[in-house]
């Protein structure tokens, strides 16, 4: 939902064929395009929406999670929630980054989100009840992420694919961390398995949205496969997603929420039941239970951090002063 200012005007039309089939060819050799090489217009502003979107759903993403590092039950757990929360952290950062290279900045990228006008990925408009539902993220919402990701490690554009790396290797450690809560809850007490359960209840499907809509549906998926900034499309992915994750729940004694979950022998994979579509667009269109107070708290947190930001420039400032010490002074 960037505003066009953002992405960029659309100066396709500009564009010869012999470029654009230039371009392609490069894309089909499996070459990386970098930031200043010539790309097509529409190429570029696929990835700044991708990218952005994808940044702010990591720093947006650590909203449900930080409420509950306060109340981590141990400490080990507090610990390990809160590196966990502080590499998304980092995930957003090295996103804005690979997106500045190609021409906008974090400044814009971050106001358009605090304005609410920026997408973000509608997994985090959920609320957190329980601590089962730490476990149930890092679980199933790391575990969506990592099945998305690491074909984004091979994204045609170099930044983009070089950043997700060492984000797939992050994301490894808290899909297992999350894993570990959910399968020790689910050999405690009985309440303790009926939080895991209801965890598991309330974030599957919108795990399974994550993946974006059908692949009919679905606007930029053909195109961006053809750029191979995407490596397989949104339903190739759920179900593999799907196929991975429901032997998990059967190994700690769960069941996945759906009614029409069968093992389909000729497939080698799982049918399934349909995804609730009108769940999905209004959460997407800013009426999920929780968009309104993602965007205030994000917004509280960026004007807590003015003197952070003030602090770290005025720290720049001196080390590039020193830097610059005339030669009579240094004398
Ligand atoms: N939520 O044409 P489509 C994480 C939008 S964070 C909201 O298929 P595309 C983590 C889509 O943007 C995980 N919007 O689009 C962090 C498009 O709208 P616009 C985030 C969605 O781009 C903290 C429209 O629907 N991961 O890992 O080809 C803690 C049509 O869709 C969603 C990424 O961002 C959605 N779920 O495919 C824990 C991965 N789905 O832009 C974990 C990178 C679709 O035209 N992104 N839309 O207004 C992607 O791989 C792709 O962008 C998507 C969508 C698969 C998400």
Not at 22 to 40: G, L, T, V, Y
Not at 74 to 85: D, H, I, N, Q, S
Not at 269 to 286: C, L, N, P, Q, R
Request: hydrophobic share 35%; glycine share 8%.
């Amino acid at each position: 939902m960037y505003s066009q200012g953002l992405i960029g005007a659309d100066s396709s039309t500009t564009e010869s064929e012999e470029f654009l089939a230039a371009f392609q060819s490069r894309i089909d050799r499996e070459e990386k395009i970098e930031p200043n090489d010539p790309m097509p217009e529409g190429y570029r502003r696929t990835l700044v929406r991708q990218i952005g979107q994808h940044a702010h759903s990591e720093i947006v993403g650590m909203l449900p999670e930080g409420n509950w590092i306060a109340r981590a039950p141990t400490l080990r757990r507090k610990m390990a929630l809160l590196a966990k929360v502080q590499d998304e952290g980092g995930h957003g950062l090295y996103l804005y980054s690979a997106a500045e290279t190609l021409g906008v900045s974090r400044e814009q990228m971050t106001e358009e989100l605090l304005a609410g006008k920026a997408k973000y990925s509608s997994i985090f408009n959920y609320p957190t009840l329980t601590w089962a539902d730490i476990g149930a993220i890092g679980w199933l919402v790391d575990g969506a992420a990592i099945m998305n990701q690491i074909p984004l490690c091979r994204c045609s554009f170099g930044p983009y694919a070089r950043a997700m790396i060492r984000v797939c290797k992050e994301e490894s450690f808290h899909q297992r961390q999350g894993y570990e809560i959910m399968m020790e809850l689910a050999k405690g007490s009985e309440e303790q398995k009926e939080m895991a359960q209801d965890a598991l209840n309330r974030w599957w499907w919108p795990s399974l949205m994550m993946f974006g809509p059908h692949d009919s549906d679905s606007q930029h998926g053909d195109q961006s496969m053809a750029w191979k900034i995407k490596r397989f499309s949104n339903d190739q992915l759920r179900e593999k997603f799907i196929n991975a994750t429901v032997p998990q729940a059967k190994f700690i004694g769960l069941s996945v929420p759906d009614p029409d979950l069968q093992w389909n022998a000729e497939k080698q994979g799982y049918d399934h039941g349909e995804i609730d579509w009108s769940e999905f667009k209004a959460v997407v269109s800013g009426e999920g239970q929780m968009n309104r107070d993602r965007i205030r708290d994000r917004n509280k947190a960026h004007d807590d951090g003015a003197w952070v930001r003030e602090a770290a420039l005025a720290h720049a400032q001196k080390r590039a002063n020193k830097q610059h010490i005339p030669q009579e002074a240094a004398e």
